[in-house]
Every structure is written in structure tokens, then in C-alpha cells.
């Protein structure tokens, strides 16, 4: 059985809320499930949400149906883009999807409008969330635009494991999406890497079988 959020919980995540009244903003917390859609490309948001559990996948579809993760919204953040558009009062340019269950505090557009004209801690914070955003972003288009993309493989695969937990439970579809390519393309280079025996692979599963070996390739670039 999970504990509750409490309002300690909540103001130690984001600490601006305390000038708002603790018990309005626990009375807005919103529980949202894994594989849900948060947020659909094009909609107005009526409410901003600030994340309390879970995670959320920002995405951006294209139209052949291809994704690439723009990046996750964790505990003690809050979707830039979403923030954004409510500002500008313009439609919400990616989608968000629920990783992991979630639970959020979702506060009106309307109020939310009007509290950042107030509070310099909730501008703080958007400013702050605005400018590590950016540089995400940035290291992203850096990544797609001039790093090979079985080196991004191969990072990615290190990142999601450990000397300890050498099984990764992923799809080449997710990859795909996560490294903004073809799902071909994912499936071609991991079969290399099988077949060089780094990685062993089977249904939703990656092994590292020569994690060291994987290193090493990074290593020697």
C-alpha cells in the first residue's frame, strides 16, 4: 500500500505552493495512469500540472507516425512546453504520455496565470525549469545532428544498466523512439551487437553479455 502525499511532501518538491494554502493545493492532486495521455498535441490545457509521483514522456510524432522523447517530466517538475503554451494561450506542441503511474497537482490556467504575475518563487521556478530545458534540448539536436547513432545506442544501453543489472526490459520500437530514429534501424544495430556478442537479445529483453566490451567501443572513439 502506497503512503499518501502529504503537504510536506508537497512543499518540499515545490516550495512556492506554501504561499498559496496547503490544504487547497492537496485537495487538487490528481492520480493519472501509466500509458495514459496527459497531454495531446494541439489541446488547450485548462490546468497546469506540477508532478508529484511518477514520470511523464514528452514526445513529438511525426507524420509518417515516428517519435522522438524530447525529454521526461519527473517528481518536482513541471512540463515546460505545457507551461508555455498556457502563457502564451496557444495549443500544446508535443504529446505527454504517462511512464509510470502518476500523481500531480493541477492547478486552473486561469489561476495559475494569475499566480505567476504574484509570486516570484513560482517565476523562479519556471525560469529555472525554462533554462534546463533548453540546454536539454539543445544537447539533443547536438546528439541527433552530429553523434553516430550506434555510439547513441550503445550510451543508452550503458545508462539503463549496471554492472549489477545487466537485463534492460525495452522494445527496439522504444529505443526508436527514445533515439528518434526508424525502428529498422534500432533492430539492424542491435543485431550487430549480438552478433559481436555485446548484448544477447530475446521478446522485450536486452542482456549486456560484454559490458566492458561496450565501454571500450565508447572508449576508443
Given at each position: ?9 508537497i ?10 494554502g ?5 485537495h ?8 495514459a495521455?496527459a ?5 488547450h ?9 511518477g514520470s511523464?514522456r514528452?514526445i513529438?510524432i ?6 522522438i ?5 519527473l517528481p518536482g ?7 508555455s ?5 496557444v495549443?500544446?506542441p ?13 492547478i ?7 499566480w ?7 517565476r523562479?521556478f519556471?525560469?529555472?525549469?525554462l533554462?534546463?530545458?533548453?540546454s536539454s ?6 546528439e541527433?545532428?552530429?553523434k553516430r547513432?550506434?555510439?547513441r545506442?550503445?550510451e543508452?544501453l550503458l545508462?539503463k544498466?549496471s554492472s ?14 527514445e533515439?528518434g ?7 539492424r ?7 559481436d ?8 529483453k ?6 566492458n566490451?561496450?565501454q571500450?567501443?565508447l572508449e576508443d572513439?
Amino acid at each position: 500500500m502506497t503512503r499518501a502525499i502529504t503537504p510536506e511532501d508537497i512543499s518540499n518538491l515545490f516550495p512556492f505552493f506554501l504561499e498559496t494554502g496547503m490544504d487547497n493545493v492537496v485537495h487538487s492532486i490528481t492520480k493519472i495512469p501509466a500509458g495514459a495521455c496527459a497531454f495531446l498535441e494541439g489541446d488547450h490545457s485548462s490546468h497546469v500540472a506540477f508532478v508529484l509521483k511518477g514520470s511523464l514522456r514528452v514526445i513529438k510524432i511525426g507524420e509518417s507516425g515516428r517519435e522522438i522523447l524530447l525529454y521526461r517530466v519527473l517528481p518536482g517538475e513541471s512540463c515546460i512546453l505545457q507551461l508555455s503554451s498556457v502563457l502564451a494561450g496557444v495549443g500544446y506542441p508535443a504529446t505527454a504520455i504517462v511512464e509510470n503511474e502518476a500523481e500531480a497537482v493541477m492547478i486552473p490556467a486561469e489561476r495559475f496565470k494569475h499566480w505567476i504575475n504574484e509570486s516570484q518563487s513560482l517565476r523562479d521556478f519556471v525560469y529555472g525549469n525554462l533554462t534546463k530545458r533548453i540546454s536539454s534540448m539543445m544537447a539533443l539536436v547536438e546528439e541527433i545532428a552530429f553523434k553516430r547513432m550506434d555510439v547513441r545506442l550503445i550510451e543508452l544501453l550503458l545508462s539503463k544498466t549496471s554492472s549489477e543489472q545487466r537485463v534492460i526490459k525495452v522494445t527496439h520500437e522504444e529505443i526508436a523512439g527514445e533515439l528518434g530514429t526508424a525502428r529498422e534501424v534500432i533492430s539492424r544495430l542491435l543485431k550487430n551487437l549480438e552478433n559481436d556478442a555485446f548484448i544477447e537479445l530475446s521478446r522485450g529483453k536486452i542482456e549486456l553479455t560484454n559490458r566492458n566490451g561496450l565501454q571500450s567501443i565508447l572508449e576508443d572513439m
